[in-house]
Structure formats: C-alpha cells, structure tokens
C-alpha cells in the first residue's frame, strides 16, 4: 500500500480510480487518441496512455454483482432505481410523462413452490425443528431433512423461471381480455401491459420475481388506459393469471426423475402502487429501492459460489464437442471427464444446501442434455437475467448510461480545450487494447478507500435530493 500511495504517478493513479467510481476490478487499457480538425488537419488533442501510471488507463468493470465490484454495483442498483422510478412517476428527460401516475399499476411477488419444508422464523412461533432462529441463523433457508427434500425440483424450477414468466404474461393479456369483455386482438388496439421485473433468491435458493406490472394505452406510457382499466381489474386478472393451469411449466420424467408440472408457489402478493404511503399500499420509492437493492445481488445470498463452476472446454455439458465418426453418442469431455465441472464442489466454500443444490445441477445435465444446468449451477439452475423490462414501460439502462457518457465526455472536452469545436468537424483517430484488470494488493487497500468516500458522497447527495423532491411533490 505504501509502495503504490508513494508512486510518482499515485496522484493520476487515484485521479484514474475515482473515475471509475473506487472500481474494485478495473479493465487496464493501452492506446491512443487523437483529434484533428477535419478540414485543416491540424492537431487539436493528443492523448496516449504512454504517459500513465504503469502506462494504462483504467476503466470501471460494470459488474452488477455488490460481492464482484461494490463499486459498480453501486452505479447499477442507482440505474435500476432511476428506471424502475421512471416507469412509475414518470420522468420529462426521458419522455414519460408523469401521467403515468393515473395507470393502473401494481407491484406482485410470484413466488416458487414448495421443494420441502426448510428452518424458518414463523412470527410467534419456534421453527419446526423446536428452535426459535436468529435472524442470521446459518440454517435458515435450510432443508429440515437434506434426505427427503427436492433439490433436483429446485434447481429444475429455476431453470423454467423464464419459461414459466412468459406463460404467465401471455395469459395475464387472455385474463385482462375477458375481464374487459373483448377478444385479444381488440384488447391490442387500446391497452398494452408494461412491467419491469426483478429476480430474487429466496434464502433456500428458489428464484422468485418482484414486478411492476401497468396497464398502458395502445402506444405504451404516453398514451392513457380506457376507462374499464381499473387496478382491481389487474389485481383480479393477475391472480386468475397465476393461478389458471395454462400458467405451468412442464419437465419430462428421465431416469430417476419423476415427470415434473411446475406453477407458481401459492404465496402471490399484489400491492397497488400509491404516489404516497397510504395505508397498505407502497410508494413508488420504495418500490424503486427494493427493486434496484435485489437487482446487484445473485446467487451468493444463499451461499452459493459467485463465479461459475462449470467446465469452461464443454461448457458443462459434460461433452465432447466434436462429432462421433460412428455416428453414435458423443464422447466425453476430455478435460472434466464428463462431469461438466470446473470445480470440485466438495472442495468449495460455500454452504451445505448450496453444494447440494450445485450438485442437483450436474447430476440433472445427462438427463436434460437440452437445458444448460451445470452452465448455471453457480446460479442454482437460474439462467435469466435479473432484472428485465417490457419494451415500453420506461428508459432503457443503456440510455442511463449513455447520458453518463455524454456527460463525462462533455467535461472531457471541456477540460482539453475543446469545449468550443463543433463535434462533427472533428475527426478522432484511436486505437486501444486490452491490457488486463485488477489492482495490486496494495492498490486494492487504496481503490476501496476511494469508493467509500464516493459512496459516502453520493448517499449524501441523494439523500437531500430526495427530500427536495419531496418537498416538491407534497407542494411545499
Ligand atoms: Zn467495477
Ligand atoms: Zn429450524
Ligand atoms: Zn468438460
């Protein structure tokens, strides 16, 4: 640590990390620009790494996951927050207009089923195994009997979310439809259903959804819902959605497997949405937190491993990916000898529920060959993504952060002299290359200082920002 603070180029060192916002694993480039005026070819700027410390730039990692880079973590749940407020207040920067208020909108949990009783905290009441558990008691989540519980069930579960999700929204569309007394095609032409939704593992490693789910007009957040449009009526189509056979996701028996139908678990909560807390209802910022808090968390909650446990050769299927000249079956993965592990699981730190659920997930693969199992076993079956958006239902995170660009880029200019020259006479000639990631141990001590004292920073920014706004909302 010492060593890097008394560096000569500590100072543009530092300069470099908080750029990146304390970035706690950051992409190392080499490379040039240069900007020339395009009709007098003269030189405007300059830049080279050359002259950098350890002649790098470093740029932020964009990993989503807190327990990978806090840092950037931080940056994703502040976007996911923007979007998912966006979508319910409305913002003018990004066209949608705050009318989107008066939709009808709500914010439902769709929970997993049951794969067997685990160690729990019942209000009031000891857990079933006789003990009242701390709050952060290790066996919470837990199976009661590691012998009897499915695992196998949990993982496959996982891996037919998404399935299972866009089941549910094409017969949430034929409920609203019915409810409203038309056929399909003329509910298109005056209502469009936006949602935004965000993945979270329950503590015994089942995914569950949190969505926002609006009713629109035919041309998205701009346009008004018709009259009928009521959130009871989206309450009441969201259940019969969730509850109609339709909505099911089907596993084929193989082997030791029983045939599996899965559906939603019967925990559904629905909650009107409300600019302002009144009674049960929740506000559009809590709404917004609790999406953007899950949205930089994965598997490791539930004490899973956070990077992948697959082998990297077959990618976890355990194959061989050249063809058999026989024609017959493919032959083994040469490097993990068909188990289509990386890792030995055995041999990883993580908790006992998890290697079990790690493990349903590679024993699975030879009898699902279609759906990638141990690919995802460091996710406990889970493929999808984490947070996901209907096409209109706000911003889009890429336009998040291309307003941050821009912003950067403008100061950029701005700071090089060049905050007068018209963009489009400029001609910027560059070449770059990857040249690594990461910091030294010492570098690490460092970097972390440095996102604390940014987050610290930007917390108290948002902090008073929010109660300006409201102070404006409640017309202060
Ligand atoms: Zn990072
Ligand atoms: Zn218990
Ligand atoms: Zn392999």
Redesign the pocket.
């Known amino acids: 640590m010492l060593k890097a603070a008394a560096d000569p180029g500590y100072a543009r060192w530092e300069d470099q990390i908080r750029r990146t916002g304390g970035c706690s694993d950051p992409i190392h480039i080499t490379g040039w620009t240069v900007a020339k005026d395009k009709t007098s070819g003269e030189t405007l700027h300059r830049y080279s790494t050359e002259n950098e410390p350890g002649a790098r730039l470093r740029i932020a990692c964009g990993n989503r996951r807190a327990s990978c880079c806090p840092s950037c973590a931080w940056t994703y749940a502040g976007d996911t927050y923007h979007l998912i407020r966006a979508g319910l207040a409305g913002d003018d920067r990004r066209d949608i207009p705050a009318t989107v208020r008066e939709h009808p909108r709500v914010f439902a949990t769709l929970t997993a089923p049951s794969f067997g009783p685990v160690?729990n905290r019942p209000a009031g009441r000891p857990?079933?195994?006789g003990?009242h558990?701390q709050e952060d008691a290790v066996?919470l989540g837990t199976a009661?009997d590691p012998e009897t519980y499915d695992y196998a069930g949990s993982v496959l579960f996982n891996n037919h979310a998404g399935q299972l999700w866009q089941r549910f929204t094409t017969r949430l569309r034929r409920e609203i439809a019915a409810c409203a007394g038309l056929t399909q095609r003329e509910l298109k032409e005056v209502v469009r259903i936006s949602y935004g939704k965000v993945a979270e593992f329950q503590k015994r490693g089942a995914i569950h959804f949190h969505v926002v789910i609006r009713i629109d007009g035919p041309a998205g957040a701009l346009t008004p819902p018709p009259l009928w449009a009521s959130t009871e009526l989206l309450d009441h189509s969201i259940r019969a959605a969730a509850a109609h056979s339709y909505t099911s996701a089907t596993v084929p028996a193989a082997a030791d497997q029983p045939a599996r139908t899965f559906r939603w678990g019967t925990q559904l909560d629905i909650r009107p949405i409300k600019a302002f807390n009144e009674g049960s209802d929740i506000t559009e910022q809590a709404v917004a937190s609790y999406v953007a808090k899950y949205a930089t968390k994965a598997a490791e909650t539930t004490g899973a491993s956070d990077t992948a446990v697959h082998c990297r050769q077959c990618r976890g299927t355990g194959l061989s990916s050249r063809y058999s000249h026989s024609g017959g079956p493919l032959s083994r993965c040469a490097r993990c000898h068909g188990t289509g592990l990386g890792e030995d699981l055995a041999r990883m730190s993580v908790s006992e529920h998890a290697r079990r659920l790690m493990g349903a997930c590679a024993a699975l693969q030879p009898l699902y060959p279609d759906r990638p199992l141990t690919r995802w076993a460091h996710m406990l079956g889970f493929r999808g993504h984490f947070s996901t958006k209907s096409r209109q239902y706000s911003t889009t995170l890429g336009d998040l952060r291309q307003t941050r660009a821009d912003y950067r880029a403008a100061q950029e200019r701005e700071a090089r002299g060049l905050g007068d020259v018209e963009p489009g006479t400029v001609l910027v000639l560059a070449s770059w290359q990857y040249a690594g990631h990461g910091h030294s141990p010492g570098e690490s001590v460092l970097a972390a200082t440095i996102a604390r004292d940014i987050r610290l920073n930007r917390q108290t920014a948002r902090e008073a920002l929010a109660e300006l706004t409201t102070v404006q909302e409640a017309g202060l």
Request: charged share 40%.
């Open positions: 160690h857990c079933r195994c003990k558990h066996e009661l």
